[in-house]
């Protein structure tokens, strides 16, 4: 049985390189040709065919007769799907890390996107009350017997699933939670914390003011990085955590702007 799972690991593994690998091949060029991802990864075209299957199904490509073609618009937002293929165990280990900052007992607003799902996953053992800010998160935790859910309300941003409008920011304008686990869309020392939907930017701004304390979560990707809508300054963060592929000039001229800034 050990064997077995064994297999089944390292082939789940596999499908994730190979998607990462598709990924970063219609960055660099599109479209593809299912002979030439199936050299690259040397798999079968059927293979390739079905992560492109899949991969088109999770909003990260648009398949075109004899392979695949980025759906990209601009290099500023990619989709869940996507970036939920990035960065994997980075994310997983900053999850663990905001979930292990958290007590039980705490109330906590978790933000949407991929690293905060993982936060979500964290906790799903816990004691506590949650208000998640999409719905991916709540699919996580619905079932847990320690998590007490709070829905915030709003419009649901087709494939992120995020929550945003006037709805979503009054649910913060009579309760005030412990903490906000944000994810945002850039972290830099200057521009301070940013994200791209600005619909979003509100929310974030909101439940960061609603909360006591707010602990970033952002892969190394983030930092540095510059996206349109301003959500808060860094004086407003209390915690950045990201994983140790950080560049270091980058963590050091946030923390000498005073973030507290722990690389896991």
């Not at 040397?42 to 992560?51: A, G, K, L, N």
């Not at 663990?96 to 799902?117: H, K, N, P, Y």
């Not at 079932?143 to 995020?162: A, D, F, Q, Y």
């Not at 994810?183 to 940013?194: E, V």
Request: hydrophobic share 40%.
């Amino acid at each position: 049985m050990r064997t077995h799972n064994l297999y089944v690991s390292l082939n789940i593994m596999d499908v994730q390189s190979r998607h990462q690998m598709i990924m970063q091949a219609l960055r660099e060029r599109s479209p593809v040709l299912v002979g030439e991802l199936a050299a690259v990864l040397d798999c079968s075209e059927m293979t390739v065919r079905r992560d492109l299957e899949s991969l088109e199904r999770s909003g990260g490509l648009r398949r075109v007769h004899g392979g695949a073609a980025s759906v990209f618009l601009s290099a500023e937002e990619t989709p869940y799907g996507v970036r939920a293929l990035e960065s994997r165990e980075a994310k997983a280990a900053i999850g663990g890390a905001a979930a292990s900052l958290l007590s039980d007992g705490e109330t906590v607003i978790l933000d949407g996107g991929t690293t905060a799902m993982e936060v979500a996953r964290a906790l799903r053992s816990r004691r506590m009350t949650v208000m998640p800010l999409a719905l991916r998160p709540i699919f996580e935790l619905h079932e847990c017997p320690g998590i007490n859910l709070l829905l915030p309300g709003g419009e649901v941003r087709p494939g992120e699933l995020s929550l945003t409008g006037g709805l979503t920011e009054h649910s913060f304008s009579q309760l005030r939670f412990d903490t906000f686990v944000m994810g945002p869309c850039g972290i830099d020392a200057r521009a301070g914390i940013t994200t791209h939907l600005l619909a979003e930017t509100a929310v974030k701004r909101y439940a960061a003011k609603a909360s006591q304390r707010v602990i970033a979560v952002a892969d190394s990707s983030k930092l540095g990085r510059v996206a349109f809508g301003h959500v808060c300054d860094l004086d407003d963060i209390d915690i950045v955590l990201t994983d140790t592929g950080a560049n270091q000039q980058v963590v050091d001229e946030l923390r000498n702007a005073g973030v507290d800034v722990r690389c896991v």
